[in-house]
């Protein structure tokens, strides 16, 4: 965790214009994005160099999808990459309890839940020079697979 967000504020550090923050919705999808390459660090360069579709509003549910189709249809005797759990964390966001909730309280978090779908959600524009230097620098600072 503390070397996620070490490598956060670095990046804050090398993109941000002078006496300006990013946006916040920006610095989530680069949390999103630096937990994506912690995660599931031999997927990175399937969402920076693979097939892109230009209208996509969520690579890694793209990603998801693809793995998902190569498992069921093999077109190739390569392993495909281990991606548990990609598809919920592509589409993840903090559900909420209705119970007890006034029918305006649950309306306000239904909305609260679609504005954090489009904010958390990493479109193929979202993934720029900036979050490709976040890769290179999540790969190159990352702890070593144990191996047994």
Not at 1 to 28: A, G, P, Y
Not at 131 to 146: D, E, N, T
Request: proline share 5%; charged share 30%.
């Amino acid at each position: 965790m503390k070397r996620l967000i070490n490598i956060h504020r670095l990046i804050k550090i090398l993109v941000q214009n002078q006496n300006t923050s990013l946006e916040t919705d920006r610095q989530k999808k680069l949390v999103k994005w630096l937990i994506f390459c912690d995660t599931w660090p031999q997927l990175v360069g399937n969402i920076l160099n693979g097939p892109k579709k230009p209208d996509s509003q969520n690579s890694l549910l793209d990603l998801a999808e693809s793995l998902h189709e190569k498992v069921r249809n093999p077109a190739s005797t390569e392993p495909v990459p281990d991606f548990d759990g990609l598809e919920d964390f592509a589409v993840y966001v903090r559900s909420f309890k209705r119970d007890g909730l006034s029918p305006a309280a649950i309306q306000a978090e239904e909305k609260r839940i679609e504005e954090e779908k489009k904010v958390y959600a990493l479109s193929v524009a979202d993934i720029d020079d900036d979050f490709r230097l976040a890769a290179k620098l999540s790969q190159m600072v990352r702890k070593p697979a144990h191996r047994t």
